[in-house]
């Protein structure tokens, strides 16, 4: 069997030896009939109420398929707002700043343009700041 590169199962069961897969198969089996067994005493209950009283079965799978019905309608009208709301409300870009030159820097910090390109130069600088923050002195 030739695998495409593209698939996501790997299925190599037909490689393995017989043993190996006669195990896996029969361990599956018996958690199937485990899973089965433990849903015995929930269907004897029920079993039981439908026989005593089968209107009461009636309305509790009635209601069961009402629900069902609902949330199928709720799972269809969330893809329906989403389509709509990917399709009508505009995504929100961010906006691109201009890129700021040395002068820009040095006006704002207040220092003078050749000691920021001197502090840029540096492979170790140290910056001063006063009380509130603000950049006074870079070495």
């Known amino acids: 069997m030739k695998m495409k590169s593209n698939d996501l199962i790997i299925d190599l069961r037909r490689k393995l030896p017989w043993h190996k897969r ?45 629900g069902v019905q609902h949330g199928i309608t709720a799972l269809i009208a ?29 006006d704002f910090f207040g220092l003078s343009e050749e000691n920021i390109q001197q502090g840029r130069l540096q492979k170790i600088s140290t910056v001063h700041h006063d009380e509130n923050g603000k950049i006074v002195f870079i070495e």
């Open 78 to 106: 969330c893809a329906v707002a989403l389509l709509l709301w990917s399709h009508f409300i505009p995504a929100t870009t961010v906006k691109k700043t201009d890129v700021k030159t040395t002068q820009d820097y040095a």
């Open 22 to 66: 006669y195990m896996s198969n029969t361990s599956t089996a018996m958690m199937w009939a485990c899973w089965l067994f433990l849903w015995r005493p929930i269907m004897l209950v029920v079993g039981l109420i439908g026989l005593q009283k089968p209107h009461l079965i009636h309305s509790v799978m009635h209601a069961f398929g009402v």
